[in-house]
């Protein structure tokens, strides 16, 4: 998700910082730092306009004890630095945008969760005790996000589903590679649905958020319409043009899960999410529906993702 805001940024014309555990050579400014202790980014950060922090270890990876260390304090250890840091400076960001993850919610099959009436999630009976640590993670990673008030300074959480762009090594590219493969069927059951968002109308979600001052908060960013596992696999082999996919039980997710050291729930968790505050602000999608979404990031990839940009458009369509 950086590299896709910073994309984005930078092609409108900001002036962008990048602070990185893993400095590199990239189009826009990149500071280290270690998530853990201040350092000379925190100057970077005084009289900054917004901050977007989406600092966390990747959950693609198998929940052993180190793991699981990592993941939680990559996040909230970070993020109560920047608590720490904020509250010092004295031009703070007038903007704080914090990631979080569409799975607090509920493992949900019956209806949409939304920021108003969806249920975060705990011990749903018969899921794997992974489940529960990931919903635990989310909850302490926003925990640690508002226990700090910060009065110049506007917080939103952003749970966000899956965003889906063509770059190479990312989910769709993942995705799309199994249905090129002749392996992009349903995937246990079928019946868990998929929340997932287009990569333009994430950044224009991000627009809105940064202009609309009234908005604070949680703030769910996914399309309006999460659909059932098999129908989202359906979407993806139609728009590659290839009609079959074999299946892939749970029993064989669970051993591909760990031959591949990741876990079955980015797979089989249901996460039936929907932007119920984004739509109340007046946000229109370019991509609400996952076949045309599909369409567009098929063709993109076929022409080479770094070569080729999204039309992002205006937020209020």
């Given at each position: 998700m950086g590299r896709i805001l910073a994309r984005h940024f930078q092609s409108c014309g900001h002036d962008i910082t990048v602070l990185s555990r893993k400095p590199r050579i990239e189009p826009w400014r990149v500071i280290p730092w270690d998530g853990a202790t201040p350092g000379p980014w925190v100057q970077a950060l005084d009289q900054t306009d917004v901050l977007i922090n989406l600092a966390g270890r990747s959950v693609n990876c198998r929940y052993t004890a180190a793991n699981r260390r990592a993941i939680y304090e990559s996040r909230v250890a970070s993020t109560r630095l920047l608590n720490g840091v904020i509250g010092s400076l004295h031009n703070p960001p007038r903007l704080w945008i914090n990631a979080s993850t569409a799975t607090i919610y509920r493992h949900a099959l019956d209806r949409?969760?939304?920021?108003?009436?969806?249920?975060?999630?705990?011990?749903?009976?018969?899921?794997?005790?992974?489940?529960?640590?990931?919903?635990?993670?989310?909850?302490?990673?926003?925990?640690?996000?508002?226990?700090?008030?910060?009065?110049?300074?506007?917080?939103?959480?952003?749970?966000?589903?899956?965003?889906?762009?063509?770059?190479?090594?990312?989910?769709?590219?993942?995705?799309?590679?199994?249905?090129?493969?002749?392996?992009?069927?349903?995937?246990?059951?079928?019946?868990?649905?998929?929340?997932?968002?287009?990569?333009?109308?994430?950044?224009?979600?991000?627009?809105?958020?940064?202009?609309?001052?009234?908005?604070?908060?949680?703030?769910?960013?996914?399309?309006?319409?999460?659909?059932?596992?098999?129908?989202?696999?359906?979407?993806l082999r139609q728009a590659w043009g290839r009609h079959v996919g074999l299946p892939s039980p749970e029993w064989l997710l669970e051993i591909g899960a760990w031959l591949i050291r990741t876990e079955s729930e980015l797979v089989l968790k249901s996460r039936r999410v929907t932007p119920g505050r984004l739509l109340a602000a007046g946000f229109r999608f370019l991509y609400p529906e996952w076949p045309e979404a599909a369409r567009e990031l098929v063709q993109r990839w076929r022409r080479g993702a770094s070569n080729t940009q999204p039309a992002f458009g205006l937020w209020t369509g």
């Amino acid at each position: 998700m950086g590299r896709i805001l910073a994309r984005h940024f930078q092609s409108c014309g900001h002036d962008i910082t990048v602070l990185s555990r893993k400095p590199r050579i990239e189009p826009w400014r990149v500071i280290p730092w270690d998530g853990a202790t201040p350092g000379p980014w925190v100057q970077a950060l005084d009289q900054t306009d917004v901050l977007i922090n989406l600092a966390g270890r990747s959950v693609n990876c198998r929940y052993t004890a180190a793991n699981r260390r990592a993941i939680y304090e990559s996040r909230v250890a970070s993020t109560r630095l920047l608590n720490g840091v904020i509250g010092s400076l004295h031009n703070p960001p007038r903007l704080w945008i914090n990631a979080s993850t569409a799975t607090i919610y509920r493992h949900a099959l019956d209806r949409a969760m939304n920021e108003l009436d969806g249920e975060l999630g705990g011990q749903e009976p018969g899921a794997p005790d992974t489940w529960k640590f990931s919903i635990d993670v989310a909850k302490a990673w926003e925990d640690a996000f508002f226990a700090t008030p910060q009065p110049r300074t506007r917080k939103i959480a952003v749970r966000s589903a899956i965003t889906l762009s063509p770059d190479r090594g990312g989910v769709f590219d993942v995705l799309l590679t199994l249905v090129r493969w002749g392996l992009g069927g349903r995937q246990g059951t079928g019946t868990q649905f998929v929340s997932w968002i287009h990569e333009a109308d994430f950044v224009r979600a991000v627009d809105l958020l940064i202009v609309r001052e009234e908005l604070d908060g949680f703030v769910n960013l996914a399309s309006p319409n999460p659909l059932p596992n098999r129908e989202f696999m359906r979407g993806l082999r139609q728009a590659w043009g290839r009609h079959v996919g074999l299946p892939s039980p749970e029993w064989l997710l669970e051993i591909g899960a760990w031959l591949i050291r990741t876990e079955s729930e980015l797979v089989l968790k249901s996460r039936r999410v929907t932007p119920g505050r984004l739509l109340a602000a007046g946000f229109r999608f370019l991509y609400p529906e996952w076949p045309e979404a599909a369409r567009e990031l098929v063709q993109r990839w076929r022409r080479g993702a770094s070569n080729t940009q999204p039309a992002f458009g205006l937020w209020t369509g």
